[in-house]
């Protein structure tokens, strides 16, 4: 399956989530009697109460003012880092009970902004929390940023490998569910790149670690879309391999991450097992995780297949 373009993503994530049965179906409660029409008149000897609670966007009847009132939102987060696990969009803040996290996880050379970003004659969109929320509207939107640089030419690079990053985000995932009490509630990533591989490790990480409160990210996750994610190498790695050995020559640089997309990889390996050990035992035990995968069919004008 090909993605022509990340804009079309909400609405096949929609359709991802939606085909499972664990989605609530508890009908709307019924709205309350009119008012009889006397009850509205006020006495001539009083006058008409001045506070009633209710503030403006309450007083607005019809769905149009909620759909304006996303629209309308900025994006939670911009240009930067944004390293760490970041809210993009959270139901509960609009009065709709979340039934999933979707965390977004970007990939090489990207960020938590960017890497989800269109961009069209002057018009950008971050989509993750400017259009997938409405395409479901129950659920919290979250994204983990993370140092993807192989060379920053401001700063030095981040030296942390593959499984550093793994664990930090199962660490920020499970303080930010116990902080707001949705430990049970289920998980779907999104992963881009070397983010797919950051969360094979991190599910492989939660599930076979010995803290146990750490459990709940493999446990509840759902469900995955890959977004390009080199499984099996890249031989794009090689390319930025030999650039951060020239680049070590005068500053610091992780070539340890692009050592994990080299095709034959020790870590890459690894990473691949563990996680083809997950979902075996997930679908004995019943709870299989959905995987829907989207790749390139085009290789890079002079390099070849990403």
């Known amino acids: 399956m090909v993605a022509k373009s990340w804009i079309e993503m909400p609405f096949k994530l929609g359709g991802l989530f939606r085909s499972r049965e664990s989605r609530s179906q508890s009908p709307l409660p019924t709205p309350p009697p009119p008012i009889p029409e006397p009850s509205r008149a006020y006495s001539s000897q009083a006058a008409p109460p001045q506070d009633l609670n209710v503030q403006p966007s309450q007083a607005t009847i019809g769905p149009a003012s909620t759909a304006t009132n996303i629209q309308a939102s900025p994006p939670p987060i911009g240009e930067g880092q944004n390293y760490g696990v970041k809210p993009l969009y959270d139901s509960d803040i609009e009065g709709i009970e ?11 050379t990207g960020n938590a902004y960017n890497t989800w970003l269109h961009k069209d004659q002057g018009t950008r969109v971050h989509w993750p929390s400017e259009l997938l929320r409405q395409d479901i509207p129950d659920a919290r939107i979250l994204s983990f940023g993370y140092d993807a640089d192989i060379v920053n030419f401001w700063n030095p690079a981040s030296n942390s490998r593959l499984s550093n990053h793994a664990e930090n985000m199962v660490g920020e995932l499970v303080r930010k569910r116990e902080r707001t009490d949705t430990e049970s509630r289920k998980i779907l990533f999104v992963a881009h790149s070397l983010g797919g591989l950051v969360t094979e490790q991190a599910l492989s990480y939660s599930r076979n670690t010995a803290d146990k409160f750490l459990h709940q990210i493999e446990r509840c996750t759902a469900g995955i879309v890959f977004l390009g994610v080199p ?64 790749y390139e069919e085009l290789g890079v004008a002079g390099v070849g297949e990403v």
């Open 98 to 108: 979340a039934t999933v996290d979707i965390v977004f996880v970007h990939g090489l």
């Open 231 to 294: 499984h099996c190498g890249s031989d794009l790695a090689s390319w930025a391999s030999f650039g951060t050995r020239m680049v070590n020559l005068l500053k610091r640089s992780n070539s340890d991450i692009v050592g994990v997309l080299e095709p034959g990889s020790e870590m890459l390996r690894m990473v691949g097992n563990g996680f083809q050990t997950i979902l075996r035992r997930r679908k004995d035990e019943g709870s299989e995780i959905l995987i829907t995968c989207f």
